[in-house]
């Protein structure tokens, strides 16, 4: 008999979410109704909603929470995302002096 594994959703944001914050210059990942845990699941492809640092340079952070999600999932759930879109919906305050 084969065996055939099905991770929740719930699993796979996150894994997705945990990802996501271990890169350098994510503040964090932002909940809302519309998406668990900060991401978005729409079939094979995720969208991770984040808040980044003041400072930090957007597109290099944006890149490297897309490459570390899919390397996460890939290693962790044997699931490779087709897309992994990254939302920007804050940038932290910078600190007070």
Not at 18 to 41: C, F, I, N, Q, T
Not at 45 to 55: D, I, N, P, Q
Not at 64 to 83: E, F, H, K
């Amino acid at each position: 008999m084969d065996g055939h594994n099905v991770i929740s959703p719930d699993v796979l944001a996150r894994y997705a979410a945990d990802a996501a914050m271990e890169v350098d210059g994510v503040r964090s990942v932002v909940e809302s109704p519309l998406h668990r845990r900060g991401v978005k699941l729409m079939g094979d492809e995720l969208e991770v909603h984040l808040e980044v640092e003041w400072g930090a340079v957007v597109p290099e952070v944006a890149a490297a929470v897309q490459a570390r999600v899919t390397d996460y999932l890939v290693r962790m759930a044997d699931v490779r995302p087709s897309a992994v879109h990254v939302v920007v919906d804050e940038v932290a305050r910078p600190a007070s002096r």
